[in-house]
């Protein structure tokens, strides 16, 4: 039996994807494999650590400005990616997406372009056009093996455009689960640093990733002669504690690492972080690194038992993603509408898993399925699908 075998009731903590599933199903009292977070409860020796921190009762201003913050973060990048960051680039954000929504601030204008591949992560749209900025999309292709390729004379055209500014890039990527290669990120860079185009890269899916395949951060890229690379990222997916709201980027650009700190500190007042969240971080990407290979052999499993289980649904077709615990199904060959479907799987399924127009269009006829969850549940949820799908007149 595996630690993540365990069963929690998470109902009852205020907890988005279990207590407030009616906001997005209509209903209550449906499983959720939803929003992504996980069902997993955080490694033991962080839970210990919040404990003796909760028990002293101290909860004042803190400052991440320190070595020991800044030595976790080389510690996990020498150790887990095999590459090293310096230290002076670390920043503090409260969020990645906090951190992305800033830099559209910093570094764009308003009707500005922001490139980003698509589907594509949901705040992605929302955080670019609720800061006035346009949405450049380059559409993925997908091959009829199920693998997502980027189409690199359709993003060259984007991103040769003036009023394109900025290249907001998912790496791995949310939600076709694409673990970018060394030649393909080389390419990425190669393009923004002929157009001279900021890429800021969210990093925070980068350790859940299948056996076999690494991430290359992005700031493996920079080099003497150009440095428009932030990286912003979390321990936050991996370890389950988005709660604790603590996230870091790296940026390499003095001046613009100044820019970002003050607009946090003096535009946003935000000086202090989250004493839990830095506490936590630290301990996981200190002590942590067995108990995350563990989650990703875990989750790896869970991708094929989910794979094995929808190939015997008619209609259903999936292929295991190089990385994060979002599955994303296709279900064009059921010929039913998004909402038909929906209305099948919280009606007749009691299951609420989300709809893959909520990436955008080109993800219209998916699933995305969260399944960092106990095994028991990702069962449970195979099962209520299959019985939805009886329903089909
Ligand atoms: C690609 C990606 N970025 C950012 C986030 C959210 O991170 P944060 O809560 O730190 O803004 C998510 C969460 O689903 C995500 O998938």
């Not at 969210?202 to 932030?230: Q, Y």
């Not at 990703?296 to 499993?301: F, G, P, R, S």
């Not at 039913?336 to 799987?345: A, E, I, V």
């Amino acid at each position: 039996m595996s630690i993540f075998d365990e069963i929690i009731d998470r109902r009852g903590t205020y907890c988005t994807q279990w207590d407030f599933v009616k906001d997005r199903f209509g209903v209550d009292d449906l499983l959720p494999f939803t929003i992504s977070d996980s069902d997993f409860k955080a490694p033991e020796g962080t839970i210990k650590l919040l404990e003796e921190a909760v028990r002293r009762g101290l909860f004042g201003y803190t400052r991440w400005n320190h070595p020991d913050f800044k030595n976790s973060k080389i510690h996990w990048y020498n150790s887990r990616l095999s590459t090293s960051i310096e230290s002076d680039w670390i920043v503090f954000s409260p969020s990645v997406m906090f951190s992305v929504a800033k830099c559209l601030d910093l570094l764009t204008n308003p009707d500005d372009g922001v490139l980003i591949l698509t589907p594509a992560y949901d705040a992605f749209y929302h955080t670019i056009r609720s800061n006035q900025r346009r949405v450049v999309s380059s559409a993925l292709v997908r091959d009829e093996k199920g693998h997502y390729h980027i189409d690199f004379d359709d993003f060259e055209q984007k991103l040769a455009d003036k009023s394109t500014k900025l290249f907001l890039l998912c790496s791995p990527h949310n939600p076709t689960g694409r673990v970018w290669t060394h030649a393909e990120l080389s390419q990425m860079v190669q393009l923004c640093k002929k157009y001279d185009k900021y890429i800021v890269s969210d990093e925070i899916h980068m350790d859940i990733i299948r056996n076999g395949l690494n991430h290359i951060p992005i700031t493996n890229f920079v080099n003497s002669d150009w440095n428009k690379i932030i990286l912003f990222t979390s321990a936050s997916k991996t370890f389950n504690i988005p709660a604790l709201v603590f996230s870091y980027g790296l940026i390499i650009d003095r001046e613009i690492r100044e820019q970002f700190l003050s607009v946090l500190k003096e535009k946003n007042g935000l000086s202090s972080c989250s004493y839990l969240g830095m506490l936590a971080t630290m301990e996981c990407y200190n002590h942590e690194d067995e108990w995350c290979n563990q989650l990703c052999a875990y989750i790896d499993n869970q991708m094929h038992f989910l794979s094995h289980e929808l190939k015997t649904i008619e209609g259903i077709e999936f292929s295991i993603q190089e990385s994060t615990y979002l599955a994303w199904i296709d279900v064009k060959a059921l010929n039913l509408s998004m909402d038909t479907l929906q209305d099948l799987l919280v009606k007749k399924g009691k299951v609420a898993i989300m709809r893959g127009d909520t990436y955008g269009e080109e993800g219209s006829h998916f699933l995305r399925m969260n399944i960092g969850a106990p095994h028991k549940k990702v069962a449970e949820g195979i099962r209520r699908i299959k019985k939805a799908l009886e329903f089909i007149v």
